[in-house]
């Protein structure tokens, strides 16, 4: 089956860095989403990976290896507002998204 | 905003109403979905419209019926549901659908569904 491993919940200080992982086991990759889901709102479009290595946008960053099934989010001076769930999705050979569960991620001040 | 406007936002029903989730897009994108988003669990893509067509039904029970008349607009149809439906139903565009590219998916704040 296919299956997509995030952390459940994840806690940082603000003004710190914090690293959401991804791994994945699809039938195929034909690319990797990141997504941000503020409490009651819409998921918002952060990142797309489908080339190995890193893509910097601001303090976010993600990073792909497609050897290793293995992706993360790397959120950079933390601030309270980045408190939300971040969805990992990869889209397998058919062009169809599978999901991961998401990551709660709590900042502290 | 993110150009993909649903209403109601919440919604309470019980088992033998019928109401209907409605969803609007001011993108011009060709492509609409509806996902099931439950309490710790992935999203569960329900239906897919490609250029009014849809395209993708992942085994939803009839007790759920899509329509898009246009592509600009996307109803859910529901009817005779189960408590297990209560849930956040979330409508999305893109410009183009699955496999054509640029499938950025624009969200809606979704509906959350309580069924009684």
């Known amino acids: 089956g296919q299956n997509i491993d995030q952390p459940t919940e994840m806690t940082a200080t603000e003004g710190a860095i914090v690293q959401i992982n991804c791994t994945y086991q699809t039938s195929g990759f034909n690319g990797l989403f990141w997504y941000q889901q503020h409490a009651g709102e819409a998921p918002t479009f952060l990142s797309y990976?489908?080339l190995d290595g890193l893509e910097e946008k601001g303090r976010f960053s993600s990073f792909l290896s497609r050897s290793k099934g293995y992706s993360y989010l790397l959120l950079k001076e933390l601030q309270m507002k980045d408190s939300a769930s971040y969805l990992c999705a990869v889209r397998d050979s058919n062009y169809q998204l599978i999901w991961g569960a998401g990551t709660k991620l709590i900042i502290k001040p | 905003e993110t150009g993909v406007t649903q209403t109601p936002r919440h919604l309470v029903m019980g088992m033998t109403n019928k109401k209907s989730l409605k969803c609007e897009q001011h993108l011009g994108h060709n492509a609409m979905y509806w996902y099931k988003q439950s309490a710790k669990k992935p999203l569960e893509l329900m239906f897919v419209?490609?250029?009014?067509?849809?395209?993708e039904n992942n085994s939803v029970p009839s007790r759920f019926s899509p329509e898009c008349p246009n592509s600009s607009h996307l109803f859910l149809h529901l009817h005779t549901l189960q408590p297990e439906d209560s849930a956040l139903y979330l409508c999305?565009?893109?410009?183009?659908?699955?496999?054509?590219?640029?499938?950025?998916?624009?969200f809606g704040s979704g509906t959350q569904l309580s069924v009684l």
């Open positions: 990976n489908v």
């Open positions: 999305a565009s893109s410009q183009e659908g699955p496999g054509g590219g640029n499938e950025k998916l624009f």
């Open positions: 419209y490609n250029f009014k067509e849809q395209t």
